[in-house]
């Protein structure tokens, strides 16, 4: 249940973001979702890509700062309250989030996470019996 | 107008013959150690291969290394019993460097820093307030000892503390004061922000600068906001400290004390001599000490002899400001540093890579330093370590540089790859 996620360290330079997305577009990779945070100085560019291995090595070979780490990614209905009460199961079992961003498609939207503990995570969400989507599901989309 | 008349007015022929009479001196005084025993015993050289001013140039030269190799007392060329002070670099680059004084050393520096402030006007009613640091650092003592020596009432008000130093000067009616470059700018905004006029409600009208590059822009504008004429002050631990070559009134170059060191400049790489006026590595030999006599002391410093006569009437030779070094040290607010410093910090970080920018530059009226260093391939993708990296970072570097540098994290691959030697400094400072 666990998905690789791309991470880009992004210098605060005009077109950067821009010349590693054309990287992936080049090599036919889709972009699922994605999402930059920023300082005044850098950002870090965060993808789930139609195929994250190949994206990782192409950024490599591209002397570009980039590394795999895991996140998991659970379904939800699009509805107020929704988000509350599923955040609350994790954050009830001591589990810190570090960061998190969704994206919906149609009626149901999907957060992808990133937990301190990502076993203890599983568990959790298991144990709720949030649904979790692999990562075939989610390139799939 | 003059401290010493006879000395410093001396003709050119009677100075270079006081020279070579205190080179042999010097040469029978440094052959005690070891170190210039042998080099000089390998080349055959003794005083005797000394009988014109220009014979200096068969003697070997000494470096900063072969300080280092010495250290502590390998090169002290006295009795340790006669040796009654030293002073030590803080030696970040490796083993410090020490240079060791007898009570005659202290004597002929002191006199040496009198006679550079008697030059600018400062008498023995004069108030000086030294805002040196103390201890080791050579302005300290050395601006203390030489302004006693004059007779003027001598302020130890050390570095720091503007607001205690602005209350000395109006208290104690300071008239003449010692300050790096940045220190002075600095002085003059307090004294604005609590209201002091320095050109009304200040006796202030000498300042001396020194132990930090500035350009004659930066001189002026200090001039200008304090309401006093600033002069260039040029010394070196290794040669004793302040008092080494110092601006007279007429602004234009710093007379250097031929009669107690010999200058030559040379040309860095092949070491010949250049012509007079083109700039080369500072070259000095003492010629007036006991405890540690340096030969051909290799400085570091690029700067040039200005050629022609002053109209201050002094005969000995002036050098023009520094226009920077031969290796790669830069100096930033009076301390002195090498890239191998932050080199060797950052390459403590497995987060980073081998590549990195030091850029010096004034903001406002402070000099800052800027490192950019390169992410390694372990880069995290996690914020707060990132942001936990480049603190880390900053603090490390502020315990070994003394300043706290800006640092940026930048992209692998994002500076220039450098064809040859990899330009690790930009000093932005001389450029405005």
Redesign the interface.
């Known amino acids: 249940m666990i998905i690789q996620?791309l991470?880009v360290?992004?210098?605060n330079?005009s077109g950067?973001l821009n010349e590693i997305l054309d990287i992936l577009g080049h090599a036919d990779i889709r972009i699922i979702a994605a999402t930059v945070?920023d300082?005044s100085?850098?950002g870090?560019l965060?993808l789930i890509t139609s195929d994250t291995q190949t994206a990782y090595k192409l950024l490599?070979e591209n002397?570009?700062?980039?590394?795999l780490?895991e996140v998991i990614a659970i379904s939800c209905d699009s509805l107020a309250g929704d988000f509350a009460t599923k955040l609350k199961c994790f954050s009830e079992h001591g589990i810190n989030i570090?960061?998190i961003y969704c994206f919906s498609v149609k009626s149901k939207a999907f957060l992808i996470l990133r937990a301190n503990d990502k076993d203890a995570a599983i568990k959790v969400a298991k144990n709720f019996n949030l649904t979790m989507i692999s990562e075939k599901q989610l390139t799939d989309l | 107008m003059y401290y010493q008349p006879e000395i410093e007015t001396i003709t050119r022929l009677e100075l270079e013959k006081l020279q070579v009479k205190r080179l042999k001196e010097t040469i029978n005084i440094a052959i005690h150690t070891p170190f210039y025993s042998k080099i000089l015993k390998e080349r055959n050289l003794s005083a005797d291969s000394i009988c014109s001013i220009e014979d200096v140039r068969k003697l070997p030269f000494t470096t900063k290394e072969d300080l280092r190799n010495n250290y502590p007392f390998g090169l002290v060329a006295t009795d340790m019993k006669n040796v009654v002070r030293l002073h030590s670099s803080s030696g970040t680059t490796g083993n410090p460097t020490v240079i060791c004084h007898t009570q005659k050393d202290l004597d002929n520096w002191a006199n040496r820093v009198a006679r550079c402030l008697y030059m600018v006007g400062i008498r023995d009613t004069d108030v000086f307030q030294n805002t040196s640091g103390y201890g080791m650092f050579t302005g300290g003592l050395g601006f203390q000892y030489g302004a006693e020596r004059l007779g003027a009432l001598t302020v130890p008000a050390a570095a720091g503390n503007s607001l205690r130093q602005i209350k000395f000067i109006t208290d104690f009616g300071t008239t003449a004061a010692h300050a790096i470059p940045s220190y002075a700018t600095r002085l003059a905004e307090v004294m604005t922000e609590i209201g002091i006029d320095p050109k009304k409600d200040t006796k202030l009208k000498t300042l001396v600068i020194g132990a930090e590059p500035h350009t004659d822009e930066q001189r002026k504008r200090i001039e200008e906001l304090l309401g006093v004429k600033a002069y260039n002050s040029f010394g070196m631990s290794e040669m004793s400290g302040p008092g080494v070559a110092f601006e007279c009134t007429y602004q234009n170059g710093l007379h250097l004390w031929e009669d107690c060191f010999i200058l030559e400049i040379v040309d860095p790489e092949t070491l010949e001599p250049v012509e007079d006026g083109e700039i080369g590595e500072l070259v000095l030999t003492t010629l007036d000490r006991e405890a540690m006599p340096l030969i051909r002391y290799r400085t570091r410093d690029l700067t040039r002899i200005i050629p022609g006569p002053c109209p201050c009437g002094r005969t000995h030779r002036r050098i023009d400001r520094i226009k920077g070094r031969s290796d790669d040290m830069f100096i930033v607010k009076g301390v002195n540093i090498f890239p191998m410093q932050i080199e060797k910090i950052l390459m403590q970080f497995k987060e980073l890579g081998t590549n990195y920018l030091i850029t010096v530059d004034t903001v406002g009226n402070n000099d800052e330093v800027l490192v950019e260093v390169e992410?390694s391939?372990?880069?995290?993708?996690?914020?707060s370590k990132?942001?936990q990296l480049t603190k880390s970072i900053t603090h490390k570097l502020k315990d070994e540089i003394l300043l706290t540098p800006k640092v940026?994290?930048?992209?692998?691959?994002?500076l220039p790859l450098s064809e040859g030697k990899a330009i690790r400094v930009k000093d932005l400072r001389n450029n405005k």
Request: glycine share 2%; net charge neutral; aromatic share 12%.
């Open positions: 996620q991470s360290f992004l210098e330079k950067r945070a300082t100085e850098y870090i965060r490599k002397k570009v700062s980039a590394n780490s570090e960061y | 992410l391939d372990l880069f995290t993708d996690d914020y990132l942001q940026k994290l930048i992209d692998k691959g994002s």
